[in-house]
């Protein structure tokens, strides 16, 4: 069946550097796509989204990246914080009526050096 | 801002024993959604209300059901519970935008339930 997928399962990063968590995913009739932030015990934040219209959106200290061509979603957190450990997942909502459900990948725990 | 409520955070219960989730969803959203998410799994969906009728359907054992009232809370409601039901349950909720398509979907702490 297709599926969301993240290409590492943990990242470790120091203190104040850039981090980019890539994800895959298989299903090209996506056309939304969110990040989530989970910390143990807790329920997904939300972080930032973007439709399949565009390629780029910005946030504070975050920004997503959507590949259409490669199906490829990225998210890039600049400067990382200790406070930026966690589980991120990201998700797609595979069909394109409203209401529907979100496809979660495999989280990536990020992992922030002092 | 008001965020998602769940009850109870925790729940433990036997097995063939029954459990009822309750949900909150943000003022002024009408979509809830359901998702269970087992040791070191992402979460799977379950289901999902829309203005009180059911709108989608996940992998949701026949022992579950779901309902939403008419303020737009949601109970999901949980019959001869397994092991293998232990989970962190989640409520999320939307509102749909002036275009008719969902906006995003905010999740609630979730509730973990146990089943000894």
């Known amino acids: 069946g297709e599926s969301v997928g993240l290409h590492l399962p943990t990242l470790s990063v120091q203190e104040g550097d850039n981090s980019i968590i890539n994800c895959a995913y298989s299903?090209?009739?996506?056309?939304?796509f969110i990040w989530y932030k989970q910390e143990s015990g807790k329920g997904p934040q939300f972080i930032i989204d973007?439709?399949?219209?565009?390629d780029k959106r910005q946030g504070q200290r975050v920004t997503v990246l959507l590949n259409k061509t490669v199906k490829h979603l990225s998210l890039q957190i600049a400067a990382t914080q200790p406070g930026d450990s966690a589980v991120y997942l990201c998700?797609?909502?595979?069909?394109?009526?409203?209401?529907?459900?979100?496809?979660f990948g495999k989280g990536i725990t990020l992992s922030v050096r002092p | 801002a008001a965020g998602v409520i769940q009850s109870p955070r925790h729940l433990i219960k036997e097995k063939r024993e029954t459990a009822t989730l309750k949900c909150y969803p943000i003022?002024?959203?009408?979509?809830v959604y359901w998702y269970q998410q087992g040791p070191g799994q992402d979460p799977q969906f379950l289901i999902s209300f829309y203005e009180k009728m059911q709108s989608d359907k996940g992998s949701i054992p026949d022992r579950f059901s779901a309902q939403q009232f008419s303020d737009y809370h949601s109970e999901l409601n949980m019959s001869s519970l397994e092991l293998g039901d232990s989970a962190l349950y989640f409520c999320?909720?939307?509102?749909?935008?002036?275009?008719?398509?969902?906006?995003?979907?905010?999740f609630g702490p979730g509730t973990r339930l146990t089943v000894l």
């Open positions: 998700a797609e909502k595979p069909d394109t009526g409203a209401n529907s459900k979100l496809t």
């Open positions: 299903n090209s009739a996506s056309d939304y």
């Open positions: 999320a909720s939307s509102q749909r935008d002036s275009g008719g398509v969902a906006d995003t979907q905010y």
């Open positions: 973007i439709r399949s219209n565009m």
């Open positions: 003022p002024r959203h009408d979509t």
